[in-house]
């Protein structure tokens, strides 16, 4: 019953023009409707998970659900030493997000991740993606288990096709998803490139095999897919800021305008743009007229580098907001 009516107050705040109505703000209604006591928090929907240019997020990946809490995964983009790479954030009705920062084991430790997965059927077990950073270094992904507060290396790869990468700020790798593939059972890797302006981010796919046996990680790799935003329109627009795979195929993904300047104004939205399948062993990754899920403008100040899908159309997502900061905000796909 309870469950029923957060669903029917959230379509109300919905219908009254609210979008992104946050777990804890649908709690706190609730109680209120449930006559039951529960602590409320701030009804702005986004809830803060790191402060200043450190602190913002670049990836996100679901750890696991249960009793009203999401468990995450939250990639940080900083690249220098002692900076925090990883952070596991517990959001819970009617309470701050709490978080945790993870120790780096097993290789040297990345600069600049611009991703985080979860990787399917393996639990505890995630693929994080450094970008390349404009051809500092070669793009490269690495596989994680993370165990209490330690994310251990257990096997990395370079990036496909990426051998003679010189890099620009066109070419940053933002993305990078997990998908399994529910006909054949095989796991697929979809990542992008950011794109930038007038020059369109590129989009691949593979086969993947995440494990630290695995002679080969990357098999059958697809030949680039180029996307353009529709929106924003403004000058600074990186096409694809993060890119995650529903359950039944749908690639979701988000874009943002970044103007440079590290108090913004920045913009975002989130596409449902195309269907990923697995056609005869090989993945088939399909880019389509984008429809637009959310929008913030630039009075919103909001930059989404990173996106997570849960069951029931539900989706987190993640802000690298510079001077701000970072935050998450829990919303759906099909409102």
Known sequence: MLAYRAVM???????????????ATIAATVAVADGTERPATAASGWQKVGDGMTGGVSGLAV???????????????????????????????????????????????????????AVPG???????????????FRPTVYGLKISGDTATVRWSAPLPETKHYKGDDTQNYEAFAVHRDRATGKDVAVWATRGSNGTA???????????????TVFSHVTDPVAFRAPWPAQNEVRHISDLKIAADGTVVLSAAQDPNKNSGPFSSAVFEAGRLAVDKGRPELKLSRPKEVRRYTTADNR?????????????????????????????????
């Open 9 to 23: 107050i959230r379509k109300a705040l919905l219908a009254s023009g609210v979008a992104g109505v946050s777990l």
């Open 63 to 117: 750890a696991g659900t249960g009793h009203g809490r999401i468990d995450t995964i939250v990639a940080r983009d900083n690249k220098e030493a002692g900076q925090v790479r990883l952070s596991a954030v517990r959001l819970a009705p009617g309470h701050a997000p709490v978080v945790r920062d993870l120790q780096w084991a097993g290789s040297e430790v990345p600069k600049d991740l611009e991703s985080v997965a």
């Open 122 to 136: 393996r639990p505890g077990e995630y693929t994080t993606l450094s970008s390349g950073d404009g051809g500092k």
């Open 201 to 215: 981010s590129q989009v691949r796919s593979a086969v993947l095999h995440p494990s630290a046996s695995a002679k």
């Open 303 to 335: 930059k989404i580098e990173a996106v997570a899908l849960l069951p029931g159309d539900r989706a987190l997502w993640g802000t690298d907001d510079e001077d701000f900061g970072g935050s998450v905000l829990l919303d759906h796909l099909d409102d």
